[in-house]
């Protein structure tokens, strides 16, 4: 069974959009990560503080053949249209393990989904 990893950055009050809209697709989880970014417009400041927007990355483990509607799910969901949403993207991944409890699940979707 082969994977991708999707990594998502978001603004904080969009990724449980984002996750529901995965979720709901089929994805079993995700993994999320407060951070905070830097783009091509300067950070607002207010006297002499710096105010950046929190930031979240959305970590996904997906298989293979349903990693790209994944991936236009997460566009969807998160407005990437629009400027300054957000991006999200993928990498092949070599070797899983800890996943031994649900790969049975994963083998029967993977059956499901060429029935």
Do not use: C, N, W
Request: no cysteine; hydrophobic share 45%.
């Amino acid at each position: 069974m082969r994977f991708k990893l999707i990594l998502t950055s978001v603004k904080a009050e969009i990724t449980d959009k984002v996750v529901d809209a995965v979720k709901k697709e089929g994805a079993t989880g995700a993994t999320i990560i407060p951070a905070r970014g830097t783009g091509i417009k300067e950070a607002k400041t207010f006297f002499g503080l710096t105010l950046e927007a929190q930031t979240d990355i959305i970590m996904l483990l997906a298989e293979e053949h349903v990693a790209e509607k994944l991936l236009t799910v997460i566009k969807t969901a998160g407005e990437f249209g629009k400027p300054g949403t957000g991006i999200a993207f993928m990498l092949p991944v070599e070797h899983v393990v800890g996943l031994e409890s649900q790969m049975e699940k994963f083998k029967q979707k993977a059956r499901d989904s060429y029935l």
